[in-house]
């Protein structure tokens, strides 16, 4: 109670006074520095976990480097560590014989320069497969097989995989050579075939023929040992074929051609011969000799000729037409001829039996045999050679009957 009556009584000096005690004491008093932040060792424990894990897999990359001289010890000591190595090889063995059997397919029964470049293509993945196999490996297969992994690699099979591989590259060689024959070979064919369709003369014609000809024997000259070879003894004999037909058409086309030629040569012997008539007997049998040559070269042609087979009977049927005009034309000229002899004939009888004295005329007599003979010249026709002379006579005859009907 007194104490704290006497903090009561203390003037407000006494209080400054102890305030600034207290602070010098403060001053005075050495201060401990602040605790420094712990540095974080993340990094360092990074590189740790990196160099536990490095060592391992830099020591598995080391076993595993294709030198029999590591593998071989580290097989015999420590054989798991070779396992990337193991699987890496039936990888290879695996994928190695999946492309063998694909270029076989391919090669064996290749049918275009396209299964040739796959199937060579495929044949070397195979090769590379396989040439990744090392050898120490197969010589060793039999140390290898442990219970916790069975290889699927069998060192009999690899062999003959591997010589399966020089034969089939031996094949691909063959078919390569033998397709690029065939391509070659069947653009000789389809260049002869469109020089011949172009030529416009009979030497270029030829030319291309026997060009075309020569290129399909080449065909037999593939060896039938390679599937371009059995593809093309197939072709030669559809090319063979082809081109007899071809030749077999163009055959009948130049005998229809050259027929047709012959005939018009004769048309126009007829033609000719049958300008500005009349004629006589003998020269329309001529017109008509030249007619029937002209029908007669193209009867041979056949409806096996095709279009030509047309054009022929259509001319056929123009030189009948004209044939059997100019027959009629020769029967009147024979007709009137005949007409006109025998109206001379009745003439000269008239002539020779009528009297000098015209008092012993029988003139009823030769009234009637003047109107035989008119008769006899009315028959010629017009246009024939006797119509001339026959009309000269007719008016003759005519006036000498009209006198002695007057009389």
């Known amino acids: 109670m007194s104490s704290i009556q006497s903090q009561k009584n203390k003037t407000l000096a006494d209080l400054e006074r102890e305030l600034e005690a207290e602070a010098q004491f403060i001053q005075t008093r050495p201060v401990q520095p602040a605790p420094k932040p712990k540095k974080s060792n993340f990094f360092g424990k990074l590189i740790g976990v990196a160099v536990l894990l490095g060592l391992p897999v830099g020591l598995i990359w080391v076993a595993n480097l294709p030198y029999p001289v590591i593998r071989r010890p580290v097989a015999q000591k420590a054989p798991l560590l070779l396992l990337p190595s193991y699987a890496s090889i039936d990888r290879n063995y695996r994928e190695g014989i999946i492309n063998l059997e694909t270029a076989e397919q391919l090669l064996q029964n290749t049918t275009s320069a396209a299964d040739i470049a796959l199937g060579k293509e495929k044949l070397a993945a195979a090769k ?12 060793d297969w039999s140390d290898y097989d442990y219970w916790w992994y069975r290889s699927r690699f069998d060192r009999f099979a690899f062999n003959q995989y591997r010589a399966q591989i020089g034969q089939l590259e031996a094949i691909a060689f063959q078919e390569g050579n033998a397709q690029t024959s065939l391509s070659g070979i069947e653009g000789g064919i389809n260049a002869a075939k469109q020089r011949y369709a172009q030529a416009t003369t009979p030497e270029a014609k030829q030319a291309a023929i026997a060009s075309w000809k020569a290129a399909i024997d080449h065909l037999e000259q593939i060896s039938g040992q390679t599937n371009a070879g059995e593809t093309a003894r197939k072709k030669f004999a559809t090319y063979s074929r082809e081109f007899e037909d071809i030749m077999a058409s ?13 005939a018009k040569k004769y048309a126009w012997q007829a033609a000719s011969a049958s300008q500005n008539p009349p004629h006589n007997v003998a020269q329309w049998q001529q017109v008509e000799t030249f007619w029937q ?12 000729e095709g279009s030509g ?29 005949e007409a006109l002899e025998s109206a001379q004939r009745k003439i000269e009888s008239l002539l020779a039996s009528t009297p000098n004295d015209s008092t012993q005329v029988n003139w009823t007599g030769t009234a009637a045999q003047l109107q035989e003979i008119i008769r006899e010249l009315e ?17 003759f005859a005519k006036a000498r009957l009209q006198s002695i009907n007057k009389s």
């Open 379 to 395: 028959k010629v026709d017009n246009g024939t050679m006797a119509y001339a002379k026959a009309q000269e006579l007719l008016k």
């Open 293 to 304: 040559e002209a029908i007669d070269q193209l009867k041979p042609i056949t409806p096996d």
């Open 128 to 139: 590379q497969n396989f040439d990744a196999i090392p050898l120490w490996f197969v010589e």
């Open 250 to 262: 163009a055959s009948r086309s130049d005998r229809v051609t050259t027929a047709v030629a012959a």
């Open 309 to 337: 087979y047309v054009e022929t009977q259509d001319l056929i049927a123009q030189y009948t037409a004209n044939l059997e005009q100019v027959k009629i034309r020769r029967l009147a000229e024979e007709a009137s001829s």
